[in-house]
């Protein structure tokens, strides 16, 4: 089982950039996948971006390009997702999941799951 703890939410006004973290314990040499996903009220889970444990692939959503870069630091177990021209739409709670599948984007091929950190956009 891998733990996951997120961190680096907060309030920003449009236009700004946040940096949430990742911290990753347990069983992580099982962890294939470590990806962000959001969810606003009322809304399903959406995949934002990914990034294999490993071998540093990536993969983003279409809403993400351009705006947002995952990226890991393999020696604190830590994968980051940089928000740039953050719009009021990106507002939601930011989750990390581990999943042992590269290149998935439901939510249902991810297995350990944080507790989210709330990500507020202001226009």
């Known amino acids: 089982q891998v733990q996951l703890v997120e961190s680096g939410g907060g309030l920003v006004q449009a236009g700004g950039s946040l940096r949430l973290s990742c911290t990753a314990s347990?069983?992580?040499?099982?962890?294939?996948?470590i990806s962000w996903f959001r969810q606003a009220p009322g809304n399903e889970r959406e995949f934002v971006a990914g990034?294999?444990?490993?071998?540093?692939?990536?993969w983003n959503a279409e809403s993400a390009k351009g705006r947002f870069t995952i990226s890991r630091d393999n020696s604190k177990n830590t994968v980051y997702l940089q928000m740039n021209s953050l719009k009021p739409e990106d507002t939601a709670t930011y989750y990390c999941?581990?999943?042992?599948?590269?290149?998935?984007?439901?939510?249902?091929?991810?297995?350990?799951w944080g507790q989210g950190t709330q990500v507020t956009v202001s226009s």
């Open positions: 347990g069983r992580t040499l099982n962890t294939n996948t």
């Open positions: 999941a581990s999943s042992e599948r590269v290149y998935a984007r439901s939510p249902a091929m991810y297995d350990s």
């Open positions: 990034i294999s444990w490993s071998g540093g692939i990536v």
